[in-house]
């Protein structure tokens, strides 16, 4: 993990949450999903608490960039924003305005950046 992604991690989850991240493609997303959520669908980013202290995100880097080109947004900073939104996800947050808050305050924070992404 870069040094980047490791401060946004322990910004948000302490330095004692122990996090796997895992780089993947459609085939393991869609098992996934079908298997932890019940979705028969490919998803760009899954994540797995697994106890108070330890957490699996799983990123799929060819949606990823394939969903980044359609919204006309960099990969990199659409990818990081994922990154984010999982982190949020692990940490209690469910989707709504608050979490949409905290996600924008972490990107401007470490990146300067807004989150194009719609939510």
């Known amino acids: 993990m870069n040094k980047k992604w490791k ?4 910004a948000v989850l302490g330095k004692d ?7 993947t493609d459609s085939k393991l997303m869609r098992r996934l999903n079908e298997k932890y959520r019940g ?7 899954l994540s797995f608490p697994l106890s108070k202290k330890t957490g699996e995100i ?5 949606l990823i960039k394939k969903e980044a080109k359609k919204l006309e947004l960099d990969a990199e900073q659409y ?15 469910r989707h709504g305005k608050e979490m949409n808050r905290k996600e924008q ?10 989150n194009h992404h719609g939510n």
């Open 39 to 45: 979705k028969r669908k490919v998803t760009t980013v």
């Open 79 to 93: 990818k990081i924003y994922l990154f984010i939104h999982s982190l949020l996800h692990l940490k209690g947050y």
């Open 105 to 114: 305050k972490i990107l401007r924070n470490y990146y300067g950046q807004k």
């Open 58 to 62: 799983f990123l799929n880097l060819p």
């Open 7 to 10: 401060k946004i991690k322990e």
């Open 17 to 23: 949450f122990e996090l796997s991240l895992v780089f």
